[in-house]
C-alpha cells in the first residue's frame, strides 16, 4: 500500500507553545488529507479535512483558530496546534487518499504523532 | 453514513478462527463495508473491504449476506500478533470524505 509518514511521532511541549505535525505522502499525489485525533482507549475523531491549495473544512465542534492545517502541496499538510494546552495532548493522526490511487474507503494513514502537553 | 455496530471486545487463542460480526442495518445501496486494523499508538490500517457475498484476501475474509445488514470479518488461525482493535465501516460507493469509525473490537489472543 501506499505511504502516510508523519513527523515527529512524538513530542513533549510546554502549555502555551504551539506545535506543529507533518504528514506526508510518499509515493503518490494526495488530494485530499483527512486529520483525526484520538484519546486513549477510544475511537478516532475526524478533526478536519484538507483539500491540496484550499482551505480547510473543519469538524463541528473543532476550533479551526486552535488547530491551523495548511495543505499546500500535493504531497504535505500540516497540522499546527497553537497555544497548545494540557487537553489538547493527544494522538493526531493523519490520512491521505488521492484520485485514481485507492478503492472506496481505503484510505492511507500516518503512523501517528503523540503530543504531551505539559 | 450508516451506523455500524460490533461487540467492545472479543478473546480467543493462537491458531483460531476468529469472527467479527459487525450490524449495519441502516446501509445505504451504495455503501461498502470496510474494516480497518489498529495497533496501539499507531494508524489504523485497512485489512479488507466489500459490498455482498464473499471477498477473502491474504489476510483476511469477509462475508456480507444478501440483505447487507451485517458483515462477518473472519480472521483465519490468529496469532499474538493480531491483538488489535478492529473497525468495521460503512463506506459511500466514491465518496471522499473522512472516514467515521466506531468504537471497534478489541481483540485480544491468548497464548
Not at chain 1, 59 to 65: A, I, L, P, T
Not at chain 2, 4 to 10: A, E, G, K, V, Y
Not at chain 2, 77 to 84: C, E, F, G, I, P
Amino acid at each position: 500500500g501506499a505511504v502516510v509518514s508523519q513527523h515527529p511521532s512524538w513530542v513533549i511541549c510546554k502549555s502555551g507553545t504551539s506545535v506543529k505535525i507533518e504528514c506526508r505522502s510518499l509515493d503518490f499525489q494526495a488530494t485530499t488529507m483527512f486529520w483525526y485525533r484520538q484519546f486513549p482507549k477510544q475511537s478516532l475523531m475526524l478533526m478536519a479535512t484538507s483539500n491540496e491549495g484550499s482551505k480547510a473544512t473543519y469538524e463541528q465542534g473543532v476550533e479551526k483558530d486552535k488547530f491551523l492545517i495548511n495543505h499546500a502541496s500535493l504531497t504535505l499538510s500540516t497540522l499546527t496546534v497553537t497555544s497548545a494546552h494540557p487537553e489538547d495532548s493527544s494522538f493526531y493522526i493523519c490520512s491521505a487518499s488521492g484520485i485514481g490511487r485507492a478503492r472506496t474507503g481505503e484510505l492511507f494513514f500516518g503512523e501517528g504523532s503523540r503530543l504531551t502537553v505539559l | 453514513l450508516a451506523k455500524t455496530t460490533q461487540p467492545i471486545s472479543m478473546d480467543s487463542y493462537e491458531g483460531q478462527e476468529v469472527n467479527i460480526t459487525c450490524s449495519h442495518n441502516n446501509i445505504a445501496t451504495n455503501d461498502y463495508i470496510t474494516w480497518y486494523q489498529q495497533f496501539p499508538s499507531q494508524g489504523p490500517r485497512f485489512i479488507i473491504q466489500g459490498y455482498k457475498t464473499k471477498v477473502t484476501n491474504e489476510v483476511a475474509s469477509l462475508f456480507i449476506p444478501a440483505d447487507r445488514k451485517s458483515s462477518t470479518l473472519s480472521l483465519p488461525r490468529v496469532s499474538l500478533s493480531d491483538t488489535a482493535v478492529y473497525y468495521c465501516l460503512s463506506v459511500e460507493g466514491g465518496g471522499a470524505d473522512g472516514l467515521t469509525f466506531g468504537k471497534g473490537t478489541h481483540l485480544i489472543i491468548q497464548p
